[in-house]
């Protein structure tokens, strides 16, 4: 079954990129299966190589006939635009209240419409709508307590409500998160925004009774861990045993993934083995047979798995749970990769597009590290041993073990019976056995643990950009822990229905566990040499690392010599990923100019002729706003990473205003820069913290003001403004550093936010004429005059700018201008990412392929 699975994924594969008609694949397939069975009596290694090949061929039109089925929901996309509508619809996702900045709150619910009213026209369709409902109430930091805000929406409520509609809209730069295909896996086809005093709440209900109840349920467990533990461990139980993680912190997010610990954050396949096996585990100790408490485990898990409602990454775990489970009840050896094979099988004929998430390959690659790998090893090492240290004194058992087994029984007795002239009272052997097989058990984890570091190096380095250089040592200690948490926390809250005080030892023994976990992920985490960014790794390293994978899962059963060969080409492999970096895509011999797609905010890419890199502002949030969403984080750095750059030799901050300096922090912790360019130094928290994050990361913060020049990397930097010794306590957008880079006879002026006064002041400092002008303030009516224009004479423009901002910008008059001053002008809004490369004497545009 794992060739089976095997093929179908690789047929996937190829049809993704290699698109031929569905009938082709139908007709292969059928020859293949025809030609098999002919040749299945006198040929049987033939006939096994051509059914691998229809297998290949059925997954390549698994994938086509399913594209071809695939349906978006057009209706809605013809009407979300910006406009208003009256909407009616129904809940499908509950969701929670959670701050939204200006001490407001929001709620993100999924709904999916019956009817929507604009202008007297009524549109009756079915779609899914991402709907935020804002408050002006304060929020309580985590649920339950006193003035929360208001009532939470459940699932299958009808609602009508006036909302703002509009489609999802990715990041347009290379590198960055399909945001419109997340949405659209999970059914939603649009965007909705309304005030939670215009909600109106409709009579009847819609929806499946079966969903009710699992959200009934869902609720009613969430109350009863709020109940039992405090804010903040309640929010990390909610996410590690059922599975809900909206009160978890960002901070504890990154601290997780920067240990190698998040998939104990979540609901995830070990945490639905753990409670499997403690149940099945239990219900044998009840006396009840291998057949029932075999299907009351299958049960329990596919409940469990319904009711966390987490998606696809637990429904593969309670398949593959249910398959091993099933080769027991039927008597047959139990094998992981087989069982891997099947359930890879049937998720991708079930969904083929879930090949390419990096859920399915983190999963799959993991079982395939244990199984293929890691248990071979443990079954020539460790596992002989652990299994005999069961019964210490049974001389007939020694019998049925290996002989080098046998003489460790035989030791530990000699040693127990020495002990016991000192200390008669103590049951010495059994206390010796139980150590041995823990430190067997021990030895066994950090082996799986290391491996699994080791063949998860590149799905870690190409999805996250992470090296979890701590991974070993966390898992060590956090594993054993969540085998405690898990059982006791379920324990817990089942009790809770009894009544708290009957929950309060598992809950107790919950909540020393969970510090457990907490206190080293935080510690762990907090190392700095756990903060290791990778950028993205090169095709030939990608291709290297897999040989190594399957060499070394080819090699491991043979002899110990070439076993070692394989998990040293394992370890090479994953230090070429986190140790060497990717040569950067960069044009040398040319100075680059790169405008990203960072929504209303600014974030520029400067490339020297000889490879320096530079990066102007990071994009942010607007001013006064709370969002857990790091521009830094999430929209400059995969930029960054994607051109292969894992180092900045600078960075500019043209000023102090979010929507420049929002990112920054991730920034400096990336790519750690060799220095920071600033200007004016409000007196803002926001801007504090920024350069004492300079500090900790131990970059060179230079001041430059209007006079300053120098040679940087083949390009001359030439400062216009702002005035030296200038202080101000908020910031401003005249504060703005505004500069050229300069190449041959070509330069490019980047202003920041500078308005028209700061313009004619740098008029007079005559800068010449320019070859791309970065227009400031995204296109703001308050900057761009036509003199500014007629001095600079520029041949290109470029404007950050977000997509349906709420503004206007960029502002008609100014596009106007430029249109009159014959500037050729891109903006980010509509073109993406944009690259300017100015070679000296000519200057070439290049907008991001979509």
Known sequence: MLWVGFAFAVGIWFSHFAWRPPTWWMMAAAMALLCAAWLAKHR??????????????????????????????????????????????????????????????????????????????????????????????????????????????????????????????????PGAFDYREYLADRGIAALGSTRDEEVEVLAGFEGSRWQLWRSQARASMLSKVHSLWPGPQAALIDAMVIGEDAFIEPDTKVDFQRSGTYHVLVVSGMNLSILAFVCFWTLRR???????AGLLTIGLSVAYAFLTDV?????????????????????????MLNAMGGAAFALLAFEPRALFGSSFQLTFLSVLVIGAIAIPILERTTQPYHRGMAHPWSVTYDAKLAPRVAQLRLDLRMLAGRLRRFVPMLPMLPGMARMARWSFGMAEVLLVSALMQLGLALPMAYWFHRATVMGLPANALVVPLTELLMPAAALAVAAAYCGLWVAKVPALVTSVALEGIAGTVKWLGGLRIADVRVATPAVT??????????????LVRRRWWMTSSGIAGMLMAALWICAVPPAAQVRRGALEITALDVGQGDSTLIVTPEGKAVLLDAGGPLGGQHSTFDFGEQVVSPYLWARGISRLDAVIVSHGHSDHIGGMPAILRNFRPREMWIGITPDSEEFRDLLSQAKVQGVTVKEYFEGDEQDFGGAHVRVFAPARNERVAKARNNDSMVLTFSYGNSSAMLEGDAEQRVERHIVLQQPGQVSLLKIPHNGSA????????????????????????????????TLQKLSGARVKTYRTDLDGAVSFYLTGDSVTAATAPR
């Open 44 to 173: 049987p290694a033939a006939s096994r190589a051509l059914g691998v090949a229809a297998v290949f061929a059925a997954g390549a039109l698994t994938l086509q006939l399913r594209n071809a089925s695939t349906e978006r929901e057009a209706g809605i996309s013809a009407l979300a635009s910006g406009g208003e509508y009256f909407v009616t619809a129904h809940v499908v996702r509950e969701g929670h209240w959670r701050s939204a900045g200006f001490g407001g709150s929001r709620q993100a619910i999924d709904v999916e419409t019956e009817e929507l009213i604009a202008e007297g026209r009524v549109h009756r369709l079915r779609a899914g709508l991402r709907l935020s409902i804002y408050s002006k109430e304060k929020l309580q930091e985590y649920p339950g307590g006193p003035g929360q805000a208001s009532r939470l929406f459940r699932y299958g409520e009808r609602l009508r409500f006036p909302a703002k509609l509009t489609m999802p809209r990715n990041f347009r730069n």
């Open 311 to 335: 998606g696809p990454p637990i429904w593969r775990a309670t398949f593959m749970l249910t398959l091993v489970i099933w080769t027991r009840l039927v008597y047959r050896a139990r094998s």
């Open 541 to 554: 390293v990608m291709l290297c690392a897999g040989v190594a994978l399957i060499v070394a899962a080819m």
């Open 286 to 292: 009840l006396r009840i047979g291998d057949t029932w």
């Open 782 to 813: 308050t900057s761009t005059s036509p003199e500014w224009l007629a001095t600079l004479r520029p041949e290109f423009a470029v404007i950050s700018v977000g997509a349906r901002n709420t503004f206007g910008h960029p502002r008609m008059e």
